[in-house]
């Protein structure tokens, strides 16, 4: 099936809500978040365990399906600068952060989406997911000795309509 819409895990926001997870996703204090870029040979799913929604777990496994590049595009991601929630608009909350970069040398092909992940908690799982964001081009993105950049929607990152 692979990409075809882009998801909040569930059991992260019922981690968050229910105190079970201690992500600090706004502030002086903010975690380190990251966006690792993935090919089409997977098949992401925002219903899955806490655990399988981690980096380097389940479909989320780096070996084979992660598109990186060492000093460009790292293995495992690149930080996510200037993570913040914004109330600005009213009825709405929303998670967002700066646009996100490779090197100017990157070499990246069939790159169909991202997986969104806290890379600073341990508990109750390292690397829990936050959200997975295809990037809706059935044929994926490719970039030769150039920059790749992940241009997060003007709506952030996450955002909800109360």
Request: glycine share 8%.
């Amino acid at each position: 099936m692979a990409w075809s819409n882009s998801k909040l895990f569930r059991q992260t926001l019922a981690d968050i809500l229910g105190n079970a997870a201690a992500i600090d996703m706004s502030g002086a204090s903010v975690d380190t978040f990251k966006a690792a870029l993935y090919d089409n040979d997977i098949t992401p799913d925002n219903d899955v365990s806490a655990a399988n929604t981690a980096y380097n777990a389940g479909q989320w496994a780096s070996a084979g399906n992660e598109v990186f590049e060492a000093a460009q595009w790292a293995q495992g991601g690149v930080a996510l600068a200037s993570p913040a929630i914004n109330v600005s608009v009213a009825d709405v909350v929303y998670w967002d952060a700066t646009d996100t970069a490779s090197g100017s040398a990157f070499d990246g092909a069939a790159i169909f989406g991202c997986l969104v992940y806290d890379d600073t908690i341990a508990s109750p799982i390292a690397d829990q997911g936050i959200c997975y964001l295809y990037f809706g081009n059935a044929s994926g993105y490719s970039v030769v000795n150039g920059t790749f950049t992940v241009v997060w929607h003007a709506n952030g990152i996450i955002r909800f309509t109360l």
